[in-house]
């Protein structure tokens, strides 16, 4: 809604170029700003029908009797995204005022756009940076938390991803980078804000890996003149309760991120964290991630395959199976992962999630 302060600008601005006195009114039809102070925080029975019929409203020296204590003028609707926000008037012989009447309205919509605009924007902010800060403690989820998301058009359905930026709030460029953020996402389920010194967040839900990256890589592209800007994603997560995770995963690749790249993902790091400190809830993560759903069966088979370098016949004698049952068992451990045993990259990153588990 036009506040006072917003009203008083409208007078001033318009005012100043017509010479005429202007009335900015609620809804309800009080005067929240006006030429003429003491008619201030008075009723307009005018601006009351305006706002009932969403009509402009003429006051004529032949009319004005059935709308006491007003004067005569041009009474016109004020709208904002097609909805009444307030009436503006003007006072004057209607006949001598019509042309600079919608030039009024004009301008007073256009200045209330803007208005609302930038504070819409700002309660938005604020609100992503509060359900941020509720999402990262890593309590249960309150019901609340599902309401501010509803309102802020962020689904609860994942895919999540939690991304990091380093920008600096003092560098000149920064509010033209973080409304470029805003604006690329604008269509997408995605909260942004601003969480402590350099450090800003994207949450994303309902994009999975290919899209995601897909929009990254435009996204960086776009930024490559701010060659300051770096972006780490961190680990995909399925559950919103689970998305502080993924922003824990985000500093890790900040960490061990390599200084030429500008995105940076958190699994093409993930193996230098766990050398680094390998008894991390990372190392519990990636070893439960990669092993989960192989029973105790196949996990043996797995480690023996690995302990005979990978070679079949070897395994096979080791653990008294067939090779047709190795083979069966490693195909199954592969569809069950997406972890190759018998590919180089992918065997290392099973054997290090065995000695992780163990």
Known sequence: MITKQLANQIIEQTMLRLQRNINVMETNGMIL?????????????GALIVAETKQ??????????????TKPGINMPINFQDKLVGVVGIT?????????????QLTTEMMVHQALIVSERDWKRKMQEMVFEDLMNNHPLQPIIFERLAKLDFS???????????????SKFYQNIFQELEYYFEKD??????????????LTSQL???????????????????KEVRIYVGQEVSALQNIHYSYQTTKIALQYSNPIKTIVYFDEV??????????????????????????????????????????????????????????????KISEITGYNPSLFQDAIALQIALWMKK
Not at 33 to 45: F, M, N, P, T
Not at 56 to 69: A, G, M, S, V
């Open 208 to 226: 999975d890996h290919i899209a995601l990256k897909k929009k990254l890589a435009i996204l960086s592209t776009k930024l490559k003149k701010h």
């Open 92 to 104: 004057g012989n209607p006949e001598e005022i019509k042309e600079v009447a919608t030039l009024v």
């Open 270 to 331: 993930e193996l230098f964290s766990l050398f680094k400190k390998p008894e991390t809830s990372e190392a519990m993560h990636f070893s439960n991630r990669i092993l989960n759903g192989l029973n105790d069966k196949l996990l043996h088979t797995l480690q023996e395959y690995l302990n005979c370098n990978q070679q079949l016949a070897v395994c096979a004698e080791t653990l008294l199976i067939h090779r047709h049952t190795l083979t069966y068992r490693l195909n």
């Open 56 to 69: 402009t409203l003429w006051i004529t020296e032949e009319n004005k009797h059935q709308f006491p204590k």
């Open 189 to 202: 389920s995605v909260l942004i804000g601003h969480h402590q010194l350099h450090e800003h967040f994207i």
């Open 33 to 45: 700003a006006s030429g003429d102070k003491l008619r201030v925080d008075r009723i307009h029975e």
């Open 156 to 170: 609860s359905k994942g895919p999540f991803y939690a991304i990091l930026i380093i920008l600096d709030p003092e």
